[in-house]
């Protein structure tokens, strides 16, 4: 106990940067949606669904009329998407991660309304919505 006493802005200081250093991986980027924000946002329009699984997990079922640009294809793929940078785009993932760095790469190229389905096919499922095949 007498180490942390004397020792406490040492590890005060250690704490804080560890913190910071972790900060950035913690937070997800970009605007968030639980399936029922994304079913609203779909029922109101001008949205497009982009599904950024691989095609196997695209395959096995995804949201309606979501179109399939796998993560690891979404740089060469990007020109298809030119067309719906006036819509908002709801980026569906396998977990958060994968379309938070899909959401990354497409803020990058200049979509302004980029939202996440938060907790993937998975909370969409859960939630009792429908998925295509």
Not at 64 to 93: H, Q, T, W, Y
Not at 109 to 133: I, M, R, S, Y
């Amino acid at each position: 106990m007498k180490f942390f006493i004397d020792n406490i802005f040492l590890i005060a200081i250690v704490l804080i940067s560890g913190g910071a250093l972790l900060w950035p991986a913690l937070t997800v980027r970009g605007k968030r949606g639980t399936p029922q924000d994304i079913t609203m946002l779909i029922n109101r329009g001008k949205t497009t669904i982009l599904d950024v699984r691989d095609a196997k997990d695209y395959a096995d079922g995804h949201l309606p009329d979501a179109k399939n640009i796998p993560l690891a294809d979404l740089d060469k793929r990007l020109p298809e998407l030119d067309k719906f940078k006036s819509r908002s785009l709801i980026v569906v993932g396998k977990s958060d991660a994968r379309a938070s760095a899909a959401a990354a790469k497409l803020g990058k190229a200049g979509f302004a309304d980029v939202v996440n389905l938060e907790g993937g096919v998975a909370a969409w499922q859960k939630a009792g919505l429908p998925l295509a095949k």
